[in-house]
């Protein structure tokens, strides 16, 4: 069995500690606001929502390859998403999602439509797509 929980800022090396060990990309920043899935070993999974200007990003989405194909990516960012949005109710929520898991992001709620991106966000995913990532930016609103 396992819980979803937001980490306070005070916790965000214990995430990095996860990223790293699992080889992840990525670091939390104090300004983050992250989420992670612990069981009785401790975290299995992580995303990060990341302040990009006046906008949100899904980051660091994340789950150790022992847990994969139990739905525990989808129980993730559902929660965080619906954390952030009681809270952010008109703020929409970011994603440069791998373009092999965009039917995934699509199930939970993100669209791919054309929508003009924030000039900070539009100028990231150049950078990104720059480096041959195959990405394709999505939103949840």
């Not at 990525?26 to 401790?42: C, E, I, M, N």
């Not at 200007?53 to 525990?72: D, K, N, P, T």
């Not at 439509?113 to 990104?128: C, V």
Request: positive net charge.
């Amino acid at each position: 069995m396992y819980n979803i929980e937001r980490l306070a800022p005070i916790m965000t090396p214990l995430v990095n500690k996860f990223y790293d060990a699992h080889g992840a990309r990525g670091r939390a920043a104090k300004h983050d606001l992250v989420w992670v899935v612990k069981d009785t070993t401790g975290i299995i999974a992580a995303c990060r929502l990341q302040p990009v200007a006046e906008h949100w990003l899904l980051v660091g989405v994340y789950v150790s390859q022992s847990w994969r194909g139990r739905g525990i990516a989808k129980a993730l960012i559902t929660d965080a998403l619906s954390q952030f949005q009681g809270a952010n109710p008109h703020s929409p929520v970011y994603t440069f999602a791998y373009t092999h898991l965009r039917s995934f992001y699509l199930t939970l709620g993100f669209c791919d439509k054309a929508q003009p991106l924030p000039d900070e966000l539009a100028s990231r995913l150049a950078s990104y797509l720059g480096q041959n990532r195959q990405l394709v930016a999505m939103y949840y609103a």
